[in-house]
């Protein structure tokens, strides 16, 4: 059993290549491997399934965001932690990367199933953010609401930092986004002493 | 075929119990029926499967929310908006309604595919509300941003709502949990001008 130099890459993006122009439903592992000259069994060492290749690096992205806010100041309040957690799960999809992101979410519009996947993977996200607050002393409901902010702004950063002619880092639209949630609550200060 | 008073009514309360009970996989729609001296032929009147015994008035719920929604005043913000909305959705919970949504969520909580279901109806809501706030005039991602915090806000509150010992109304602890969300953004503004 050879090792392959840079298989994993070649075949994440020989799969890409077969998703789009073929469709998921129509494309087999076995002619992911054919397609760039690699065997059924190579791609089998490097992803369990064809679907793995679409979510593979998920689980760094959830530890970045998760160390984002860790890193965070202590006395940060819970959006200021967001807003860290923010900045350094952008750092995960660099520029050079919005090609390949476009790609694949062409890719998963077209299956429901994995958009069903994709869904559970902010509702993780969620869930791991809420989590790493109260660890830090955030009380509930807090963390889950500053937690679900977060995988909110970064769900709509994403999807505008994939957009035709868009031009702007990732990280600098989740910053705009955020700050936009700030000031829709401020906006919102009226109902709440009405509230009371 | 004659009609039967509130079948409709006992086959929910009867698939409830049977689910709690015996486990939502381990109980059929016939079983459900008998239980309540029904035919299996009269469940399948009133639903058209044993799992939409639990999600019966799913649309109905959904309405109520986007009624909220057009029902603000037209000088409201998007968070206010989403204030009204909550408002309308909880009226849809009553209080003597609280023992039945507890044993639906712990029915719920045991089975993944449920759990599927009920994380795809949040994500419809949010959907629906983003829009119902376009069709207002609210701008993207401000419509986006204030419907997905309405949906999590909703979450959370109902979550609270059925907790053992809870006896505020939803529509209290919704109010609550909105106000706690415009209270962490007013903590985040010195990380907004900060990230200028």
């Not at 593979?56 to 992205?61: D, I, N, R, V, Y």
């Not at 519009?109 to 509702?123: C, G, I, M, S, T």
């Not at 986004?177 to 609550?185: D, G, Y």
Request: hydrophobic content about 45%.
């Amino acid at each position: 059993m050879r090792w392959e130099p840079g298989a994993r890459e070649r075949l994440q993006a020989a799969a890409l290549e077969l998703f789009a122009t073929r469709g998921f439903e129509q494309t087999t592992a076995a002619e992911i491997a054919q397609s760039v000259g690699l065997t059924e069994r190579t791609f089998f060492r490097h992803f369990s399934d064809k679907r793995e290749v679409l979510f593979h690096g998920q689980q760094e992205f959830l530890q970045a965001f998760i160390d984002g806010v860790h890193a965070a100041p202590p006395d940060a309040s819970p959006l200021e932690v967001v807003a860290c957690a923010l900045h350094a799960a952008a750092s995960f999809f660099p520029d050079e990367r919005r090609p390949y992101s476009r790609m694949r979410q062409s890719v998963i519009d077209k299956n429901p199933a994995l958009q069903e996947r994709e869904l559970h993977k902010f509702a993780g996200l969620a869930v791991a953010v809420a989590e790493a607050l109260r660890a830090r002393g955030t009380g509930e409901p807090a963390a889950t609401l500053a937690a679900e902010s977060g995988a909110t702004v970064f769900g709509i950063a994403f999807a505008q930092w994939i957009r035709d002619g868009e031009e702007r880092s990732l990280s600098d639209i989740a910053s705009q986004v955020l700050r936009e949630l700030v000031n829709l609550s401020a906006a919102a200060t009226g109902w709440r002493t009405a509230g009371e």
